[in-house]
């Protein structure tokens, strides 16, 4: 049995399964790699291992298009399009060790984006279809392989940070791009506030902007683009140009939450994510809260806090029109009944409920998790 049969085989394993729970209203806990297993809210239910669901569908370089079974390892689609020039750009972080290898369907159900997210845009810019199976246990296709396809795109996107509560993805179609021919990072001595202002100013100009980190004191920018852009950008730009293995470790570092300004601090202290306008002015966080990177332009800015801050780190958010979350705990332990994800609005928390009734009515996917 090659490889596609065996796909094909565990997917009638699956859609069985997932009929069978609706039937007797058994929750489930869809699981890929378990990269990510460390956000969100209690994990639920019966394990639901999509890793069988694996293999590239199809991939014609020429449309950079690529389709691929949700269990298929992210490090093997990724290495497919590295044959052909072509990559991911939204740069997903996989957080990977020894027992956790990250999946595509994870990829697209996290909804994570790297250090381009700002210049490129998000998972969800880059999925064009998904094949999923809905709570009813009916196999259901949105958008297509083609760039201009329309059908059911925003149903497409909408997968994209669900965290796997409207259904289990099956399959993925992704927009792909070629990898950019040239590439430098800079690095200035800047304070706080100089560099979201140096950031801002350079934003509305011509250059080829994809990625800044700003921490203690340092603001690292990432350029990307043509090689007469970049040689440019970086004459007009100045600053300390690093080496290309500096650089390259630097950027992975970031992505993968690897840089010692990520790491855990003890203490009771977690790591929060705060998302505001990229011209947000440096905040004023609450005491006890200690600064992390700041990335995305200025649009993400990382924090570790305890706990109890969270009411305040949501003000701090929120007075500048942004929100708070809480990334990572500061211990291993369930953080079951504590509230992760951002509150919403009446009205979004209604139409989130409409959307779970519709794809979930008996509400069997993952039932400790809180998405879209």
Not at 85 to 114: I, K
Not at 145 to 158: E, I
Not at 209 to 224: F, T, Y
């Amino acid at each position: 049995m090659d490889t596609t049969d065996t796909s094909d085989h565990a997917l009638h394993l699956i859609l069985e399964r997932v009929r069978a729970a609706a039937r007797d209203h058994t929750p489930l806990r869809l699981r890929g790699g378990g990269s990510k297993d460390f956000h969100g809210l209690a994990l639920q239910g019966q394990e639901l291992d999509l890793r069988p669901l694996r293999g590239i569908l199809s991939y014609e370089p020429s449309e950079l298009v690529i389709t691929a079974r949700a269990g298929t390892p992210l490090a093997e689609l990724e290495a497919a399009l590295a044959e052909h020039g072509q990559a991911l750009a939204f740069e997903p972080p996989h957080f990977a060790d020894a027992q956790r290898q990250p999946t595509v369907g994870g990829m697209v159900a996290a909804g994570w984006s790297g250090p381009a997210r700002a210049s490129v845009g998000a998972v969800r810019d880059f999925v064009l279809g998904v094949e999923i199976i809905n709570g009813q246990g009916h196999l259901l296709r949105y958008g297509g392989q083609v760039m201009k396809n329309v059908a059911g795109y925003d149903v497409s996107r909408l997968m994209a940070g669900s965290w796997g509560t409207l259904g289990v993805i099956t399959e993925v179609s992704l927009k792909v791009l070629p990898v950019p021919p040239a590439e430098a990072t800079l690095r200035f001595a800047l304070r706080e506030q100089e560099a979201l202002d140096a950031l801002n100013r350079w934003g509305g100009q011509p250059l080829p902007l994809n990625a800044s980190c700003w921490h203690d004191g340092q603001l690292w920018l990432r350029l990307r683009g043509a090689r007469a852009a970049i040689e440019d950008a970086c004459r007009q730009l100045g600053g300390e140009r690093l080496a290309p293995e500096v650089a390259q470790a630097f950027w992975h570092s970031l992505r993968e939450q690897q840089h010692n300004s990520l790491q855990a601090r003890g203490n009771g202290l977690c790591l929060w994510r705060l998302s505001v306008p990229q011209t947000a002015p440096a905040l004023r966080l609450p005491a006890g809260a200690e600064p992390g990177p700041i990335e995305w332009l200025g649009a993400q800015r990382w924090v570790h806090a305890p706990r109890e801050l969270s009411a305040a780190l949501e003000d701090v958010a929120q007075t500048v029109g942004g929100s708070a979350t809480l990334f990572r705990a500061d211990t291993a332990d369930s953080i079951s009944n504590w509230k992760i994800f951002n509150p919403k609005t009446p009205a979004l928390q209604a139409v989130h409920a409409q959307l779970k009734r519709a794809f979930d009515p008996r509400g069997i996917f993952n039932p400790g998790r809180t998405g879209i």
